[in-house]
């Protein structure tokens, strides 16, 4: 009896759960989260029949852990009114039992295909885990079927950590770029594999490694073409911080170089360079668009973080989707899509504005623009009755900073305007994104403010240009029980 009542207990726990609305406070109002429980990784970004798509590593069933990775799923024509569709998969084969992890979209033949790592823990075995990779396909965009035979890629030569795929179609053939740990899981490195039909993989040759200074594991590689020169793109695990450089728990970098596909080999021109320099940045996948545009979306947040949110019924958002250009230099420049105009509301100011100038934010979200003399110190304040985000510029030492407060609230790096100094900033509920200049540097931070939520320039900073705009709520609410 008591069993069938414990039963009966966790099952109206699980139902209350399922159908509750998260608390308001920290859930973005045009950023994508989760309805409800746990978000991390983009997934399967792509343009399906019109439509964007992003999936993402999800658990449903609580925002306190990621739990076992299902993959969740919202669509949008335009990067930023999404709708939450079911979800795509589920933890229900024996090769993803442990979770269906990330992976990538292409469209082939009217059908949109899903290529994504099967985990299977072992649990008290040397190694743990296993993991492998498995494609899912879909006529409607809605509905996905595992295919028969999977998994397609078995990989028992680089076992244990072996995922995340990313596919693009080169000419006819298909390529995907795996994250891999080598060297008994002490060195991080990408692997490249091609492919006719999607279903039968070779290996076709390593595209980098770390050498020591790049950490133990690769994650979530991605490999794309921008002007002529090719960008890997990835997120190592365990590079030690140095400096003001990598200090989050885990990084997401690029490396720029030459490729060639009759070689497949890929010789880097630049150093491993940080592609964000906030708290929480993690995790990219990019894809073009139909007007050429190579745009990014990243995990906006970190492992290993207990954000006040979890109690709240959800984790982790999304970023603003990014436009990725390179300078000539070899460096990525990131600008938020155009699109982000259908989510702006009504202006709340413009003009010029002196030292101590302050905008209360509607419902917590905003856009504000900042033009003012590069040779003079800055500082811009975002802050509540329980937290404050300082963003300054240090014209001597030539560095820009975020400092969120606490033990490890300061973010830094070297950037200098071009001219006059130019910030385009963007708040959403428990957020701040900072773009640079043309967007040469970026910050994406998360914070947890309570009440209403202003902007204010510091006692020494006169601006030029101090324009604050309301941003729409433009993430549908969720259907409820999804
Ligand atoms: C990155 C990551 C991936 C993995 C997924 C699991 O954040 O660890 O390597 O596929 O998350 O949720």
Redesign the pocket.
Known sequence: MAEIINKLCTIILIVRYVTAEVNERYYPRYHLAPPHGWM??PNGFSIYKNDYHLFY?YNPNSSLE?GI?HWGHAKSKDLFHWEHLPIAMYPDQDYDKS?V???SAVVDADNLILLY?G?VNHPGEDPDHEQHQALASSSDGVNFTKYSNNPVIQGEEHQPNF??PKVWKHNDTYYMVL?NSFQNNTLGRALLYASKDLISWKQVSILDESDGSLGY?W??PDFFDLRGRYVLLF?PQGIKPQGDKYKNL?QTGYIVGDFDYKTNLFTPVTEFRELDHGHDF??TQTIVDKSHRRIMVA?FDM?EQNYPERTDGFTGFMTIPRVLSLTRDGRLIQKPVKEIGTARGKLLRSGKADRGAAVTLTDKAGEIKIKAEGNKDLEVIIEASNATVTLSYNYTDGRVSLDRGGADGLRRTKWRPRGKLRWLIYVDASSVELFCGDGEVTFSSRFFPDGPTAVRLGDESDVQEFVVNAMKRTVLKPPKGN
Do not use: I
Request: proline share 4%; hydrophobic share 25%.
């Open positions: 991390n990784d590593q990621p990775a979770g992890f990330s992976g790592t985990n995922r995340d994250g594991m994650e979530c997120s885990y993690y995790a995990w492992w």
